[in-house]
């Protein structure tokens, strides 16, 4: 027992000397040029104001889009105000724009949009998972945002239970004049 108080200190010595290490030498990106910015973020920031469309099994939808944080990130918030409401953010990370999603079931995918081949869709790609509390429990794990023209888009979210693609849900949308 004494040898493994014995070694307590180094161990809590390494933590804090990775920790220490990693809050000094954060990771750097390269930052995306205009025109990368152009295909990805500025698309979304065109996105503000209240949008409109039938939410699938949901019902009349209303969604939102405020661009926020000095225009370094967009907030989209859709159902607000209902029990169904989540949100999703989008910000550049060097040459790619990021979408966290908070979702009504209480986890928080992240998802990955590069500059593709068609200049009216992001497809953003699972990138990540925080707060999924079971192996079998749902998250988005995909997202294509379709700009059709300045007035109406179209979102295809894209679920996984225990990895396994489920049936796709779509929204078209409206903006509201």
């Known amino acids: 027992m004494k040898p493994a108080l014995l070694a307590l200190p180094f161990v809590l010595g390494?933590?804090?000397t990775s920790s220490y290490s990693s809050l000094s030498n954060p990771r750097v990106v390269r930052a995306a040029n205009d025109a990368q910015k152009s295909v990805l973020v500025e698309r979304v920031k065109a996105l503000a104001g209240t949008w409109e469309g039938d939410g699938a099994s949901e019902g009349p939808q209303v969604t939102t889009f405020s661009v926020c944080s000095a225009g370094s990130a967009v907030r989209e918030i859709m159902f607000p105000g209902t029990p169904h409401e989540m949100t999703n953010m989008y910000h550049m990370d060097g040459d790619s724009l990021v979408l966290t999603h908070y979702c009504a079931m209480g986890n928080q995918p992240r998802m990955r949009a590069s500059v593709g081949p068609n200049p009216s869709e992001l497809r953003f790609e699972f990138d990540g998972v925080s707060n999924?509390?079971?192996?079998?429990?749902?998250?988005?794990?995909?997202?294509?945002?379709?700009?059709?023209?300045?007035?109406?888009?179209?979102?295809?979210?894209?679920?996984?239970?225990?990895?396994?693609?489920?049936?796709?849900?779509?929204?078209?949308?409206?903006?509201?004049?």
């Open 132 to 177: 999924l509390r079971a192996p079998d429990e749902m998250y988005m794990g995909s997202m294509t945002l379709t700009v059709i023209d300045q007035d109406h888009i179209r979102e295809t979210w894209q679920h996984y239970v225990k990895g396994v693609k489920g049936d796709p849900t779509v929204f078209e949308l409206t903006r509201k004049r």
């Open 14 to 16: 390494a933590c804090a």
